[in-house]
Each structure stands twice: as C-alpha cells, then as structure tokens.
C-alpha cells in the first residue's frame, strides 16, 4: 500500500513461470499486437503507436521526451512535485530551452502560470504530469484539456506522466489532445515492474520523424522500436516473453472487469480509506477537486515521529506505506491503492494497525 | 537453443510468482546487497560499482556508452557483427568522434589494426565486443588484455559488450584490464530478459564522475543508480523485485555449480553439438581459436533454402534456432547453448530433427 508498485493479481502471478518465448517468435508477435490493442483503451487512444518500453515508468518518460525533444527545443514543464521535477531534469539533459513552471507540492496545479508561459515562451514541447505520485494531486480533465488547447495553438506537443494513472483513473488521451503519454506495469496495471506502456499521437509522431539528429539514445529510439512493434518485426532489443506475458494477463483481467467498473471499484475503495483516516485524524492533504484515488496523502499530526510507526507496519504488520517527499517530509504518508492491494480487506487492516499504533489523542 | 534467451533454470521459474517486494524494502536492499556480490565473480570483478541496469543487455550497452562518452570524446570501435555495429551507432550518437575499425564477419578480431587505431586515434574510449552473438566469434583473454594495454597506454577506458560472454565462458574484467562490461540476464544466466548486469573499474569510474556534462539519460545515469545501490537507497527507479528475485535465484545456482564446473560442462555440451552438425555436413563456421560455446555459428550448404527448415524447427519440433544476420544471412544457422538450454538432450533432439529436416546429400 504504498505508492507503488501495488500487488500482482494473481492470474499475473501465475503465468510468470512460463517458459521463455523468443523476442522474435510468432507467438511473441502475436502478444505485442493483442497488447497494443488492449492498452490503447486504456489510455483513451487510437493510436497504433501504442507500445511498451522494455524499462520502468522512468524508462518510459525518458523515452518520450528523449524522442520529442531535439537541442535547442523550447521546452514547459511544470513541477508540483516530485516527477515534474524529473520531467525538467530530463529535459535539461537533452539540452532544452526549458521553462519550468512551479506550483507549491500538493497544491492544483497552475494551469493559468502554464498558458502564459506557453503562450509567451513558444515550446515546441509542454510536459506535465497528470498524477503526481509524491504528492497525490492529479490534474483534472478540463484542465489537461485547456493545457493541450494552449500547447497545440502554439505549435506544441504535449507529454503526460501517467506512471500513476493509467489504469487507476479516466484518461483520455484523444480526447484531451495529449499528444504522447507513459506509464508503468506496476502501479493500476497490478504486474510487476519492467515495463512502461506509451502512446503517441500522429502529431507527436510527426515531430519525432522530423528530428535534425537522431535521439541520443539507441535503446529507447521510437523510429527503430516502431519497427520491431511492427509486421516487420526488426529485430531491436530482446524483449522479455515473461514481462510481455504478464502485462498481457494482466490487462485482460482488466479488460473482464470492465475499465470503468475498474475505475468506479478504485473510487469507492479510496473513500473507505479517506474516510477512516479522517476518523483517525489523517486528514488529506489535498483539496477535493484534485484528489486521486491511487495515491492518498494524509497529514500527520504536529511533531509526530512518523518513521518508526512507518517502519513497525512494514515489518510488523506486513504493510508498506510511503513517506512524504521534498518538502512533505515527515508531513504526510502516501497511502496506495494500486492494482490487486486497492481492497476493502487491505484498507481495513491498515486502519486497524493505524489505529493501534498512533499516540492517542 | 537460438542465440538467446535460453531457457530459464526451473529454479528461477518457480520463483518469479512470489508477491512483489518494494523497491525500497530492506529485503529489496539486501537482495540487491546479495546480486553484487554473487555477480562480482562472474564478471571477474572486484569492483564494487557492479550492479544491474532495469532494462535488457542493450540498455546495459547503453549504461556503459552514455556514462564514458562526452560529446567529442574520441572513441574506437571494432566491428565484425551486429553488435559492433550497435556499439558504433551509440557511440556515434553521444556526439563522439568515431574511429571504426571493421573485420571480416566472423573472422577473427583486427587486433593489430585496434592497436594502431587506439595508437593514432588517441581516444578517451575503446569500445569492443567480447562474444559477438551475430558471428560466434569470440575475441580471446590474451588479445582483450592487449587491446586493454593499448588503451591505458592511451589514456582510454576500454569497455566490453559481454552480453553473451557472462555466464557461460570465463570474463576476468579485473585481470584483462577492462574498466566496463556489460551483460544480460537471459543467456548465460539462465534467467528471464530484463536486466543488464554491468560493471565499472575505478578508471571507469573517475572518467564518469570527471564529466564536464552530465549524460543525456536520466534513467541510465550511474552516478544516481550509484546512490540507490548504496547504503543511501536514494530512489532512482522502481526496480522489479520480480526480476531481482529471479537473477538472484540464478545466481545462486549458478554458485552452486561452481562458475569453473559450468564453463567447462557447457564446453562438453558444445563440442558435442559441432561434432554433430559437422557429421551432418554443417561445418563450424569460425576457425577453432575464435569459437565460443554458447553459440555454434554453422555454414549452410550452398543453396540451401534454409528459412522454411527453421521455420519447421520452430513451430514443429519446437526448437528455435538462429538465422544469419547481416551478410551472413542465409550462409549460417546460430545455434545457441544458453543457460538451461544447455544440455546433451538438447543437442540431441536438434540434431536428430536436422538430420530429418536436412536435404539428403
């Protein structure tokens, strides 16, 4: 129960001792293909560019922007957190002309601060975050929506960090005119860490296929794993027949729950959760419209030594819980509702161990 | 039985559905603690910047290059296969002025023209592959050692592209002198695609930590994952404790053995399947000194219409075999003796159904 990775379902579980399959067999092929189109809903897109990276949610985001951003790029990206922050390393590190737009960790997000920074700094490339993990704020589909408006009437492409929301909440992708999003297997997926599902958008895509120089980085090049994703199956790295196997079973239970029964189920568990922490005197740190239900930020009371009630839960209790970050340090717990752990049962348990391990009021 | 992945070790398999770990557990950490040290002598290593990288052996590849080179750093590359070529194409991208030296495919290794290239090039990185997957040529200990020579002599870091070495035949990275070596987890290992084992000397390692810049790849920078493999645990990524656990299994069978009683029992396996393909008119395809167990390259006979045998192989007899890459394609079968893979009765069914497969001469 921390902010990821959440537990494996057990289906996924049970398919990872199956004998390796080669990154070039027809069997393996046949797996891509069904996984592109069960995650493209998933993400809320169309797009045939819908793949996996063979890395973590991080291997995704850099794979992104390594592919989006050229030297020289004018690049916005706003940080709230403790992502945005990397979103603005990596994109420093490709060599942008980058403007960072700040907003205080947990706060909503500066939507206003984006499109005048969009509107006077002309990127080529907006980057932000849609579910911020370290701090439990996600950014509504409205304003996603007026950020990808802002973007694209400057020329701009928009990126989105979905490493937290995919699969845990809506996203809509075509809809909301975001033009390349990532995410991971670990977190609303209920698979094991490995791999990053991404999305591009043919206007992305087109951005990607003009670059002046090829990305510096060969192992997360788009115009080279297209071609292994593709019917010509050109041979790029050796993709793993057991993380592939796994994500596969896990979106099919997924999909035979029904993505928006998914999403519905994971609303309800958090209110259970948000509530019982409330009644502990957790309250959330974060303003309702901007909540998630994945990630819940509680406040520790005044003075509280919280890492030694964190530390007694895991090895005590058996339940991880995460630590506030950046300046929410021994301010808040991160409290995760991630894949196969978003459970009554679970939330149960935790406020019951909570209860139990608080100093009284 | 193709040029990777081999099969895993049941050991390994049976292991993989254990629920997941966190990524900042201490039973994450100590596993982590357990991996180093149990890859330490596979690598021939006592470094102890040797850890592994949460993607496949080309994300390992990419760990090294990103890290040792900087924009106009002078490197030398030698290329006799595919994966030289991929060394090249990386180097070539991190802005580095390139010297290539290239060698016939499959043709033992232009040691003399790498020591002149590494004499007049003068560059700050050497970069070569030890067991070249494309080719099954192996470059030997006594001709690595003298390439590492002419590098310090240089002033150059030399790396090595051990994917296919590590695990399967002797790498001594301490005694030849290399400062780099990568590798991955699906050959020699025996387990699962998904992570790169790599590991720096300290030469390695001041040339990174002297950069003037920063690399381009957030997610490979050694310097972070230094910090998260250290005693600090500072977050970097979220590694797969799936695959974690999984390496680590195999690595302790692998220990078990004996690393020396593995070696030598893969070259029994191996010389019982050259012994065999050259009965059945399939001589070895590299000269004796220069070939490697873990990957029997075999010459074709002329106009043989190779593709729909393979194909039967595969999806009849269930057993994978290589094709040629490059200008070998169609010359050559690679077969592979890989992890688990590796064992007579392997050999066996492979050369029972070529021999039924195979044109009668």
Not at 161 to 175: H, I, K, N, Q
Not at 260 to 288: F, I, M, N, S, Y
Not at 289 to 315: F, Q, S
Request: proline share 8%.
């Amino acid at each position: 129960m921390g902010p990821g990775p959440g537990a494996m379902h057990p289906r996924v579980a049970a398919v990872l001792g199956t004998p390796l399959i080669g990154h070039l067999d027809p069997v393996m092929g046949a797996l891509m293909d069904s996984t592109r189109e069960l995650l493209k809903p998933l993400f809320g897109t169309r797009s045939s560019m819908t793949l996996t990276i063979s890395a973590t949610g991080g291997g995704g985001r850099e794979a992104v922007l390594t592919n989006l951003i050229e030297p020289g790029d004018r690049v916005v990206v706003e940080v709230r957190g403790y992502f945005g922050g990397r979103l603005a390393e990596c994109a420093k590190r490709l060599g942008a002309d980058l403007r960072i737009v700040e907003g205080e960790w947990g706060a909503p997000p500066p939507i206003q601060g984006l499109v005048d920074a969009i509107e006077s700094h002309r990127p080529a490339v907006v980057a932000v975050v849609h579910a911020e993990t370290s701090t439990g704020a996600i950014v509504r589909p409205e304003e996603l929506k007026s950020l990808a408006d802002a973007a694209h009437g400057a020329g701009a492409v928009i990126a989105a960090d979905c490493v937290t929301s995919v699969g845990s909440v809506p996203l809509r992708t075509d809809a909301w005119g975001l033009d390349a999003a990532f995410g991971c297997s670990q977190k609303g997926l209920a698979c094991p860490p490995g791999l990053a599902p991404i999305t591009l958008s043919d206007r992305a895509l087109a951005k990607v296929r003009a670059r002046r120089t090829p990305p510096p980085s060969v192992y997360f090049d788009l115009t080279l794993l297209e071609q292994y994703w593709g019917p010509s199956r050109v041979y790029h790295h050796t993709a793993s027949s057991t993380l592939a196997l796994a994500l596969h079973t896990a979106l099919e239970v997924i999909h035979e729950e029904g993505i928006e029964a998914r999403w519905a189920r994971l609303e309800k568990v958090a209110k259970r959760l948000v509530d019982g922490c409330a009644a502990l005197g957790l309250p959330h740190l974060v303003a309702r419209p901007h909540r998630m239900p994945m990630v819940t930020p509680v406040r520790l009371p005044e003075g509280l030594d919280e890492a030694p009630i964190r530390r007694a839960l895991l090895l005590e209790d058996g339940i991880e819980i995460g630590a506030g970050l950046g300046p929410l340090a021994g301010k808040i717990w991160r409290i995760g509702l991630m894949g196969d752990s978003a459970r009554d049962e679970n939330v149960d348990a935790l406020l019951t161990a909570l209860e139990r391990r608080l100093p009284r009021r």
